[in-house]
Every structure is written in C-alpha cells, then in structure tokens.
C-alpha cells in the first residue's frame, strides 16, 4: 500500500510484484476458467459484431478494480468496460490522481474464438504519462512488464526491439481499414508500397510485445482508447523503440493525437511509418 508522501517510483520498487498478483490472480479466477468454455450467453456485442465482450472481460475487470485500489489508496481505474458503460469515467485518465488503466480482455474476439492470442493490460500512469506496465498473456503464461526507465522485460528477460535486418521489407500490423475515417483509411493505405509489409493486426497488446521482442518492426494504429495503447507504448519504449503520429508526435494517452500513430522497434522505422501515414515519402 502506497505510504503518504510516497511517488509512483517508490511505490513501485516495492509493489510492483504485487501488481502482477493482481494480474495473475484475476485471469486465472475469470478468465482462464471461461477459456474455450464460453456459453452463448456470456458473450454480448457492444456496437456491433465486431466490438465483443464477456462475462470474463466483466469479471477480471471487477476483480482488478478492487485489488489495484486497494494496493494504492488515491489511484482511480479506467477499464474499458467501466467506460463503456459510464463514458464520463475516462476523464480521470487527464487527472492528477494516480490511474490505473485496465483491458482485462485485449483481443475479445480471439478469445471468443478460443484462440490464444489474448492478454490482460495494465498501466500505471499519472499526468498523462504511463509509469509501468503489465503485460499478461494467460494462455501462453507470458508476463511482460516496463517500469519507466528501468527497460522492458518478458518473464524477466531484458526486450531489446532493435532495428529491423536492412534489405527486408517492413512488417507492419495496422488497423483494419473498413474500421477508420475516410482520412485514416487513406493514410494507411499508404502503407500499400513498396519496402512496406502491412498485415492486420491481433490483440493490440500482444502487437506491442511482438514489435518490444524485435519480431514486428512496427504498428499502425488509428483509434486512442488508452486501455489498448498505454501499456504496450511503455514496453515499446523502454525496449529500445518509439511511436510517432500521423503529426510527427510522441503519442499522447491522454488523447487528442493526429490519427493514425505507429510504434516501432526503432526511431528510424518510427520516422519512416509515420511519415508515410502523412503523406510523405521519407
């Protein structure tokens, strides 16, 4: 439990094991247990087809709210099903109050599926910027974490992303472009070239770890919701890489960036997406 006059560093040199008990503890209740379980009614759309939630997404989200709490007194959770049902909740990601932000289920429709390709994501952040991340894929037994400044680690091994092999081309998972504006779709659209290898992409978090490990040179983003970003930027960061927007700017996840965004496993393969997505060769 965080103590009076106590900063997010200090709190985190000596609770950050207990953070990922949290995150082991409430997959391992909710979510695992309903892993290639589910039944027709614990699954439900929220704006369509392809926007799904579950019981499990519901339950570990209620079990971590109450144990992030409770480890740091003045913190708030912004989860994603809390927002969807009190889109106001959000707000406190622009606060000063320490802000848990919390995707129990990162990749719902792959999970659905019975595929392993899901994970739990949790960032700690205050003032608009992400001080740690956890990182929990529970079908494969993964765990990756980030403490600012102090690097990126997957079962805790040191991620070095590292820049791509030169002569290849680049492997770029993007976001789907049925689901953007007109805008955005044009701009990753523009991906489609020469040098560039784009795909769809997964569970964002998963995307993230990948481009952290070196095994993806980078994403290609065009929504902001925190919950899927924060923590996968953290570990992208202090793995070596960088993101930029469509504007040539640091990612904010606070929001109000210049859509769409990338991450990559270097500053240079950074520069190259983003200034393809604005319409810029180089």
């Known amino acids: 439990m965080i103590k009076n006059s106590e900063t997010i560093d200090e709190f985190l040199a000596h609770a950050s094991a207990d953070v990922e008990k949290a995150v082991r503890a409430a997959a391992a209740a909710e979510i695992m247990p309903r892993f290639r379980r589910l039944a027709a009614h614990e699954v439900d759309e929220k704006s369509g087809p392809h926007d799904l939630v579950t019981d499990a997404d519901r339950e570990a989200e ?162 902001e919701a925190a919950w899927d970003h924060a923590a996968g930027l953290l570990l992208v960061e202090e793995a070596g890489g960088a993101h930029l927007t469509r504007a040539r700017e640091p990612f904010r996840v606070t929001g109000g960036n210049t859509l769409p965004f990338t991450a990559a496993r270097d500053t240079a393969t950074a520069r190259r997406i983003a200034g393809l997505l604005a319409g810029e060769e180089g």
């Open 62 to 223: 209620r079990q971590l709210t109450e144990a992030l709490g409770a480890l740091l007194p003045d913190s708030v959770v912004v989860g994603e099903e809390t927002v969807h049902a009190d889109p106001a909740s959000y707000e406190a990601i622009r606060g000063e109050a320490p802000v848990w932000i919390v995707d129990p289920v990162d990749g719902t429709r792959q999970f659905v599926r019975g595929e392993d390709g899901f994970c739990t994501l949790v960032a700690l952040a205050q003032g608009g910027v992400v001080h740690a991340s956890w990182t929990y894929a529970a079908a494969r037994d993964q765990l990756a974490t980030a403490v600012r400044g102090h690097g990126a680690f997957l079962d805790g091994q040191r991620l070095f992303a590292g820049p791509p092999e030169p002569g290849r081309d680049l492997t770029v998972a993007t976001s789907h472009p049925d689901f953007t504006t007109d805008e955005q779709k044009h701009a990753l659209l523009a991906l489609r070239t020469g040098g560039i290898a784009p795909r769809p992409c997964g569970s964002a978090g998963l995307e993230y770890l990948a481009v952290a490990r070196g095994e993806l040179d980078a994403v290609a983003f065009s929504w």
